[in-house]
């Protein structure tokens, strides 16, 4: 008798994926971390599987502010990221980021 086991678990895919990073920043600073934030939604728009980016400043607690951004997949998330330009300009904004998971489906 020949067994044959089939696997339940999803392969991994290339489908969308969305990447979401939270700041809190002082209320002082706000206007100017904005710009900083749409300074770094440019340069990662730029990269090839951009899909669509956003800035937002939370409505309850105006210290918190949000960069979501769409991509084709992870892998064209992560060579965004490893552009020399995100390097210089994106990451450092971006390490300032409160530390949770932000990669979702």
């Known amino acids: 008798m020949k067994m044959i086991f089939i696997s339940m678990e999803q392969p991994p895919t290339l489908a969308a994926m969305l ?3 939270r700041f809190q920043v002082q209320l002082k600073d706000g ?3 904005r710009q ?3 300074g770094v939604k440019a340069v990662l728009s730029e990269a090839s599987g951009f899909i ?3 800035v937002g400043q939370n409505l309850d607690d105006p210290t918190l502010w949000v960069l979501t951004t769409e991509w084709q997949n992870v892998g064209s998330y992560r060579r965004a990221l490893s552009s020399t330009r995100a390097k ?7 390490a300032r980021a ?3 998971p932000g990669a979702y489906e």
Do not use: K
């Open 19 to 21: 990447a979401i990073a």
């Open 31 to 33: 206007l100017d971390f």
């Open 36 to 38: 900083e934030l749409e």
């Open 52 to 54: 669509s980016g956003s």
């Open 88 to 94: 210089l300009e994106a990451i450092p904004v971006l």
């Open 98 to 100: 409160i530390d949770e």
